[in-house]
């Protein structure tokens, strides 16, 4: 029992020695508040650094800037609508959030309005909802363009069949890139389908990659594979390779991370489509510091920040980017 | 006749019977409908890979249950010791034995933790084993953000430790497959022919009286959580070396897949009984339907659906094999 | 002192102390302010959902069973009540009625196996949690051609079950205090809770006595089944579309919730007040972690601390009011 108890404490400790103090009230800057994925969501890290980068600016005239995630997804909307309240509550001069549930977040959204706080909506809802909510700019990519374009980009490098592994089957997101690629496949001249992977394969890299080795032995005629997380595409260009075609399939995924780019680099992998959630996170936060600050605007509407796509040609500063941690 | 029936009732009261007959319907079922290449060196592959990892993870959590105990914690180890290698060897560049020695390190870390908590106090160990679940996982996001900065963190292995670890003969069969093999026969001497199996299997059937008898129960504990803490720390070690890469949200699905197996093999979470043939045939059987789902032309969307039936007739079977060999031997009595 | 220690010696006396003590140590190292913190919706609209769950899940532990199911209950109760309402735009009434009932069906099912074999309930319940995740997924391709589905409630419904009080406090909370109050008054005031009670403690004897311990089993699974299909059916009214996947951080949060509220996973103790405080202590710990300096990234780790503290303390507690027990016998 001690023995618990004497751990548990030091644990605590530990937890509370290594605790940051972000939340420095600052004397005249803008105080802006972030409202982004849960912590260890690798896209929402690069997020949040973009936005932190960004901070850099908003801290030296006198600003702050605070990231407020949820712990997990289970609750999203709910949780990001509380997120954005307890943003007015703690003071916010300026909000960025994302709209991921309409129905449960757009009545939050509607109280940053009233209070008159310039809010901006990035990384999900589109310009569409930045329009009905009165944000002042959307900042962001959408998901079935992304899919669209790494379909689009498979079809013109002379791909026919494809397949795109969902292996989180039921989530809106992955749907949505699902469909993209179907649809760019198409449009290409080609086919593609989806292969939903079952629960028990979640999270195991393992499981995806023998799915897609069986997968393709069943079905010879398919000579591209569309990954939506990353786990999924180093997983993917296993699995090619022991069904003994990795020269006739290609793979092309959404995000990326440095393991994935080196698969680009040694050309196991054609492309990877990047949402560039540093950008998001970068502008939503640069706009509202100078329209908050100086009354600075940017009269581009919707400002997309993905689909950009990459491949051999710009491979070398992507890696670049990715070792600091921005890409 | 008697000695028939008598043999009959030898056999099926044998746990891995009922597992045996499981594994040859279900393999049955996928040759029918899964096409010429299941059937083939790529098919089988494609099965022995997926089941070799799960399979090195339920030998141990096997054992725990036929001890009567749970850990699920090993869900967390896993990631926890992936991340470990890929820090200390990726984003550090240290030696690589110094990685997969650090990664091993915290699974026997993390075992003995759980050991001592379930032999210190009461408590369950479902409870005590979620508790240190939550805690690796924090511990392994936090101070993987803290010393990387971001939640995945990459390696290049050198070619000797990737075809140790990671490499696949043939290109086609992993080398994790013969790591099982070794896993398989060391546990199975553990378990079945040495003194320590027979305290395993007394301590699943009454802790008190096993403890009167004069075997070391909680040194027994611990040794087994060590096992499955380490077992599920190499299977990181694998994944990491294999893949290059290592993410902090993964091998949260190994916590049930490993008691799934283990109880298509037989062996019953009320302790007791059990064997490591049956742990085997039961992960077999759990990676033909996980893998042959994919040669068939069913929809892959209701692979869930026959790997939950699958697990209800498994303990349905295993439990009506248990009755008949309890009546067999009341009648014989 | 009498009335402290009795106090003491209840099952909830530890759920309210590490309450007292998570929220002291958010304001002391975390920098939290007390008034934001009462007043926040999140915590209490986490609270709700995973409470409604943890009450009957807590009863079966008391019970001596586990339900791990609920997990995919509560996708499936979401599902359910969008694809008959919203997809096949049948009245919203169906729908909800379609997920109570595929929840009574499933609880069921889990109940009759468990009391039919000797089949620890983990294991029933975990092939039906898979099993389940299949259904919905496989039915919801099939039917709808899409997994996730929309469903618009007309505004009675919406009202009694998706509504956001003063804008942020989800209706749920009222579902979830009505059904505490409801289980609190079953078990501690009827003979039902005696007979949960002594079944979680002795089922052989509990059945000798004459206590119908098999249909109070499968009565049991019905109801935490059927919960978890309510909480999806309120999560579907409330966001207006349904998604299949999610509910499987339920199963760990909801057992959780249910240890550090005193009950003693091997039976025959606990109570639902304690089970109602420990499902605020762990949305407290989760979710009171935005309002502290504290990096978010260690909230796992306090979580898994906090639960090994809470069930430590527990016992100490337990093995206090055994001892106090055995002492006043002594003394008669």
């Not at chain 1, 991370?257 to 640069?286: H, K, N, P, T, W």
């Not at chain 1, 990459?310 to 890696?319: F, G, L, P």
Request: net charge neutral.
């Amino acid at each position: 029992m001690t023995h618990t108890k004497r751990m548990t404490v030091a644990l605590m400790s530990a937890a509370i020695l290594t605790a940051a103090g972000s939340a420095a009230v600052a004397q005249d800057g803008a105080n802006i508040f972030v409202i982004g994925g849960k912590p260890d969501d690798p896209f929402w890290s690069i997020v949040k650094r973009g936005a932190e980068d960004a901070g850099k600016v908003v801290e030296a005239q006198g600003g702050s800037v605070t990231w407020l995630g949820p712990q997990n997804y289970d609750n999203l909307g709910v949780d990001a609508a509380e997120l954005i309240r307890q943003a007015i509550d703690q003071g916010a001069e300026a909000i960025v959030a994302p709209d991921w549930v309409p129905e449960a977040m757009d009545p939050a959204f509607q109280a940053v309005k009233d209070a008159g706080i310039p809010f901006i909506v990035y990384n999900a809802g589109g310009i569409e909802a930045a329009d009905r909510l009165g944000a002042m700019n959307y900042v962001g990519a959408v998901d079935y363009k992304a899919g669209l374009a790494g379909g689009d980009y498979l079809a013109k490098a002379g791909s026919k069949s494809g397949v795109c592994i969902n292996s989180l089957p039921g989530a809106a997101n992955i749907e949505a890139y699902c469909q993209g690629f179907v649809d760019g496949m198409t449009q290409g001249g080609g086919t593609a389908e989806v292969l939903p992977l079952p629960a028990t394969a979640e999270g195991n890299v393992t499981a995806v990659a023998q799915a897609i080795k069986a997968y393709l032995l069943q079905h010879p005629e398919v000579d591209s594979v569309f990954t939506t997380a990353n786990l999924d595409a180093v997983g993917t260009v296993q699995g090619i390779a022991q069904a003994g075609k990795a020269d006739s399939v290609g793979v092309c995924g959404v995000n990326f991370d440095e393991a994935i780019l080196s698969q680009i680099q040694s050309g196991a992998q054609a492309c990877a489509i990047d949402q560039q959630g540093y950008q998001q996170g970068f502008y939503a936060v640069s706009i509202l510091n100078g329209y908050v600050n100086y009354g600075l605007s940017i009269p581009t509407r919707e400002i997309l920040t993905g689909p950009g796509v990459v491949d051999a040609t710009n491979i070398e500063a992507t890696m670049a980017g990715a070792q600091q941690g921005t890409r | 006749m008697t000695d028939s029936r008598g043999a009959f009732g030898r056999v099926a009261r044998r746990p891995e019977t009922g597992s045996f007959l499981g594994l040859i319907i279900t393999y049955a079922f996928f040759a029918l409908f899964g096409g010429q290449v299941f059937i083939t060196a790529p098919g089988w592959s494609s099965w022995l890979n997926a089941a070799a990892e799960v399979g090195i993870v339920a030998l141990p959590v096997g054992l725990l249950m036929i001890a009567g105990l749970l850990d699920i914690s090993v869900g967390a180890v896993l990631p926890a010791s992936s991340l470990t290698v890929a820090i200390i060897s990726g984003h550090y560049d240290l030696p690589l034995p110094l990685g997969i020695a650090g990664g091993l390190a915290i699974g026997l870390a993390v075992g003995w933790i759980n050991g001592l908590l379930v032999t210190r106090t009461t408590i369950p160990s479902l409870i005590i084993t979620i508790g240190t679940m939550f805690g690796v996982m924090g511990l392994t996001l936090g101070l993987t953000i803290l010393i990387a900065g971001s939640t995945g963190v990459f390696i290049v292995p050198d070619v000797v430790t990737k075809s140790i670890f990671g490499s696949a003969i043939n290109n086609m069969f992993q080398v994790v497959i013969f790591w099982w093999a070794g896993f398989v026969a060391a546990v199975f001497f553990l378990l079945h022919l040495s003194p320590w199996g027979n305290w395993v299997f007394a301590l699943g059937g009454d802790r008190d009286s096993a403890r009167n008898a004069g075997i070391p129960t909680d040194r027994v504990t611990i040794q087994l959580y060590m096992l499955s803490g380490f077992a599920a720390a190499f299977v990181g070690v694998t994944q990491v070396i294999t893949f290059g890469s290592a993410q902090v949200a993964a091998g949260s699905s190994f916590i049930f897949n490993s008691i799934m197996c283990v109880v298509i093999g037989g062996v019953l979470l009320t302790g007791g009984a059990g064997s490591v043939v049956g742990i085997v045939l039961g992960t077999i059987t759990f990676a033909i339907v996980n893998q042959g789902i994919f040669f068939t032309r069913l929809d892959p969307n209701i692979g869930s659906i026959i790997i939950g039936a699958l697990l209800l007739i498994a303990v349905l079977t295993n439990d009506g094999f248990r009755k008949l060999a309890l009546s067999a031997s009341t009648k014989k009595a | 002192m009498t009335s402290l220690r009795s106090f003491l010696y209840r099952p909830e006396a530890g759920a309210i102390l590490s309450l007292l003590a998570v929220t002291a140590f958010f304001v002391i190292f975390g920098g939290v302010d007390l008034a934001t913190l009462l007043g926040a919706a999140s915590w209490v609209n986490f609270a709700a959902n995973l409470g409604i769950v943890a009450i009957p899940v807590g009863l079966l532990m008391i019970a001596g069973e586990l339900d791990i199911s609920i997990g995919a209950m509560i996708p499936a109760g979401s599902m359910a009540t969008a694809i008959l309402s919203g997809y096949y735009g049948l009245p919203i009434v169906v729908g909800m009625l379609g997920a109570l009932a595929l929840g009574a069906l499933v609880g069921l099912v889990n109940g009759l196996l468990t009391v039919r074999t000797s089949v620890p309930s983990l294991i029933i319940t975990l092939g039906t949690l898979v099993a389940m995740q299949g259904i919905v997924l496989s039915a919801s391709v099939l039917l709808t051609g899409s997994a996730s589905v929309a469903v618009t409630a007309p505004d009675w419904a919406k009202f009694l079950f998706g509504q956001l009080i003063g804008g942020s406090h989800q209706v749920t909370i009222v579902w979830w205090v009505i059904i505490a109050v409801a289980f609190a008054f079953v078990v501690h005031s009827t003979r039902y809770g005696n007979w949960i009670f002594a079944m979680g403690g002795d089922k052989v004897s509990a059945r000798n006595a004459g206590i119908p311990t098999q249909r109070i089993t499968i009565a049991l699974f019905v109801l935490s089944a059927t919960c978890a299909a309510f909480v999806g059916m309120c999560q579907a009214i409330q966001f207006n579309s349904a998604q299949v996947s999610g509910g499987m951080g339920y199963i760990f949060n909801a057992i959780v919730s249910v240890v550090v509220g005193g009950v003693l996973l091997t039976g025959g103790f606990g109570s639902v007040v304690g089970i109602f405080f420990g499902t605020i202590t762990f949305a407290v710990v989760s979710q009171g972690i935005y309002f502290t300096d504290i990096d978010r990234n260690w909230s796992n780790l306090i979580i898994g601390a906090m639960l090994l503290i809470a069930v430590a303390m527990n016992e100490t507690f337990r093995k206090m009011a055994l001892s106090y027990t055995g002492k006043k016998k002594g003394a008669h």
